[in-house]
């Protein structure tokens, strides 16, 4: 080895000793005489005191290094003079006194200050990725996510799980999210695909009787970018056999309970987790992923508009549609610009607008005064339970889509105002999704979640006559606003299986070419079983206190998926094609 220790473990204890360290030069500073060397390694840092009178070399090779040299360091370990020690590292209570300092690699000037703290342009970072990581941050992410995915590892291990490896060639079948293409050298005209999900493999798993599985699997999505969305993506991956919705909730719980606090620096808002339905979700809170580290919860207020006053109100109500509101307490006087800004928000998110009314002490303003009498005004105020000074915004549109738009402007709220404590871990459970829903575009039924999922038992007959109204025996756990996994209670009966097919559109001959491997293993004596995918790198971010999942991967792509530091995706030359079957006719430019 060429060190004996890391730049991060020595204390006083070894005072006396004589060591070696390896690292990179952090910073270098020259002071009357003696030369001062913090070197670094992935542990941490060590400051090295490069003096002539103890060595005349090492100090004469001190005034040659610059900044991430990667140098070798012999000398002795002493404590640090009284006031001299330097409290916020670890190894601040000593210094190594160099009396052998060698260069193993000189280094150009880097694109960007290894030890600054300021913002550097995320293209530049990613282009040098082996030098952003070098930075505590990045290396503190990857460190974090480590820690994260050994304790999961340790703890499923402890609960009798196997871990199994699931195929990264599989084959390409409909449902979820868009699958990246490999083609087959081998067989002409074929592809294989990258898997989105180990789903039909974990389900295998159970016919063959392991009982207990998990995985820390890696999963591809050919979507579009965003800063909680990646192209490729780790995920704990669990099935069980024999097993009700509670026991893979509370299994999950415990495993989040006892891991994530402990890890992360942040207190459990809840224990046990709180467990929303679908549809209180969306009516408290506008969305099934909810924030509920503050309150602003939605209220209904139909019931408190009278007909016949206000036509806008009229004809949403004549569709079946609802009047929804959010009552921001104190916030009357925001200004018109605000306000606006939050019309976008609703607008943004599906609706038509966004009305507004500010329970000033000198009065209500409101577009609603031209129509509404105080009687229907105070109406509605008591049935948002607005008091004076409060503001009140209301959407009138579909169910669902009068929620969805005021839950992003209730977040944004949030956002502004500073509601959401970053130290809580607000955990929660959203069940009771539905099913199905209506595919406009293609003019059909499709699975809500993925088409294994089973409904609620109460709920089966409905799929010989209202499949969109049956909800599903599925469940999300969410935290901090964000969906961190979901699972279900699978089908494992054939007759349902196929009758699912059906009703998403499939012919018998269709469901036998795309999933008769599942079909014909239903009938060989599967048990009842479910599982549940939990995000790994979203976790990470939301314990790091990051909002971007590239911060969590060790070299991800930019958001329009490309990976600056090697150039992918690249041309490729018609000679490799050719052995595929491929012929490319036509390069989109940029």
């Not at 070197?39 to 900044?67: F, K, Y």
């Not at 670890?90 to 280094?107: D, F, H, M, S, Y």
């Not at 580290?293 to 016949?308: K, P, Q, S, Y």
Request: charged content about 25%; overall charge negative; proline content about 5%.
């Amino acid at each position: 080895m060429l060190r004996t220790h890391t730049c991060g473990e020595l204390r006083a204890a070894q005072a006396g000793q004589t060591v070696t360290l390896s690292g990179w030069v952090h910073r270098r500073r020259s002071h009357g005489g003696l030369i001062f060397i913090d070197l670094r390694d992935r542990w941490g840092l060590t400051q090295i005191v490069c003096n002539p009178a103890i060595s005349a070399e090492a100090h004469q090779v001190a005034e040659q290094i610059r900044m991430e040299y990667v140098m070798q360091v012999t000398g002795q370990v002493e404590e640090r003079p009284a006031g001299t020690k330097n409290e916020t590292i670890p190894t601040g209570e000593i210094e190594v006194l160099a009396r052998e300092l060698k260069v193993l690699n000189p280094a150009k000037t880097p694109p960007f200050d290894i030890d600054g703290a300021g913002e550097i342009d995320e293209y530049v970072r990613l282009k040098y990725r082996y030098l952003d990581l070098r930075r505590e941050r990045p290396l503190g992410n990857l460190t974090l996510r480590h820690e994260l995915v050994r304790r999961i590892r340790e703890w499923m291990w402890k609960q009798d799980f196997i871990e199994v490896e699931t195929p990264i060639l599989v084959k390409e079948t409909p449902g979820g999210a868009r699958e990246f293409l490999v083609p087959s050298r081998m067989h002409a005209g074929h592809f294989y695909a990258l898997p989105q999900s180990p789903q039909q493999y974990k389900q295998m798993l159970m016919v063959a009787g392991l009982d207990r599985y998990f995985q820390i699997a890696h999963c591809f999505r050919d979507e579009d970018l965003r800063a909680d969305r990646v192209q490729e993506f780790t995920q704990l991956d669990v099935e069980m056999s024999f097993v009700e919705q509670d026991d893979i909730l509370g299994l999950i719980e415990t495993l989040m309970i006892e891991v994530c606090p402990s890890l992360a620096g942040k207190r459990l808002m809840n224990n046990p987790f709180p467990r929303l339905t679908f549809e209180e979700a969306m009516n408290r809170y506008g969305s099934d992923k909810p924030d509920i580290r503050f309150g602003l919860e939605l209220c209904d207020v139909t019931n408190a508009i009278r007909r016949g006053v206000f036509r806008v109100f009229d004809g949403v109500l004549d569709s079946g549609g609802a009047v929804k509101a959010l009552r921001v307490p104190g916030a009357a006087g925001l200004t018109r610009r605000e306000l606006d800004e939050f019309t976008a928000i609703a607008r943004k998110a599906g609706a038509g607008g966004l009305i507004t009314c500010a329970f000033a002490a000198d009065g209500v303003k409101s577009p609603l005064t031209r129509f509404f009498s105080e009687e229907d005004l105070g109406r509605l105020a008591a049935a948002a339970g607005c008091l004076t000074g409060d503001l009140l915004l209301l959407v009138a549109d579909k169910k669902y889509t009068a929620c969805e738009a005021l839950g992003a402007v209730r977040l944004e709220i949030g956002r502004r105002q500073n509601l959401a404590d970053p130290n809580l871990l607000a955990f929660l459970w959203v069940t009771q999704m539905p099913a199905f829903e209506w595919n406009e575009e293609k003019k059909q039924i499709q699975a809500k979640h993925h088409q294994f999922t089973s409904v609620l038992p109460e709920d089966i007959h409905l799929l010989d006559t209202d499949p969109l109204a049956a909800r599903a025996n599925q469940y999300d756990i969410v935290l901090n606003g964000y969906e961190l996994g979901g699972g279900s209670i699978r089908i494992h009966q054939r007759e349902l299986q196929s009758k699912v097919f059906r009703i998403i559109g499939m012919t018998d001959e269709q469901a036998n070419y795309l999933f008769g491997h599942m079909l014909e293993a239903f009938e060989y004596g599967t048990p009842p079983h479910g599982g549940i995918a939990v995000g790994i790198d979203r976790l990470a971010m939301i314990l790091a206190g990051e909002s971007n999942l590239r911060e969590m991967t060790a070299f991800p792509k930019s958001q329009n998926g490309i990976e600056p530091m090697t150039g992918a995706p690249d041309v490729v030359p018609e000679s490799e094609l050719a052995p595929l079957y491929i012929k490319v006719t036509q390069v989109e430019p940029d």
